[in-house]
Nanobody, 123 residues
Framework: VQLQASGGGLMQAGGSLRLSCGAS????????MAWFRQAPGKERKFVAG????????DYEDSVKDRFTISRDNAENTVYLQMNALKPEDTAVYYC?????????????????WGQGTQVTVSS
């Protein structure tokens, strides 16, 4: 399956962005889906994850109550709604799929990656 992330851009602190991750070449309905991010000079880190059916979500502590992950299996797409953005949210954001449907926060467990989309938040 190929993943395509989009929706990044430049935003002032306090603003909102919605990232999308569309899939082709396969159905994501059997996959655990997640968003990770990588800031300059830092390792890629887990941001949010969502179960196959969408009934369970997980968030990294710094984005709880600000970011919301969701999925539309019929549209083969996963979203990340980001509100109250902060400069420290600046990073390249990647969507990923774990093909066995197992919940994970580890990038090593991700089987498929999108190409990344840049999010820059100015103060």
């Amino acid at each position: 399956v190929q993943l395509q992330a989009s929706g990044g851009g430049l935003m002032q602190a306090g603003g909102s962005l919605r990232l999308s991750c569309g899939a082709s070449g396969g159905r994501i309905s059997d996959y655990f889906m997640a968003w990770f991010r990588q800031a300059p000079g830092k390792e890629r880190k887990f941001v949010a994850g969502i179960s196959k059916s969408g009934d369970r979500t997980d968030y990294e502590d710094s984005v709880k109550d600000r970011f919301t992950i969701s999925r539309d299996n019929a549209e083969n797409t996963v979203y990340l709604q980001m509100n109250a953005l902060k400069p420290e949210d600046t990073a390249v954001y990647y969507c990923g799929a774990e093909r066995k449907g197992y919940r994970t926060t580890m990038d090593l467990a991700i089987d498929y990656w999108g190409q990344g989309t840049q999010v820059t938040v100015s103060s």
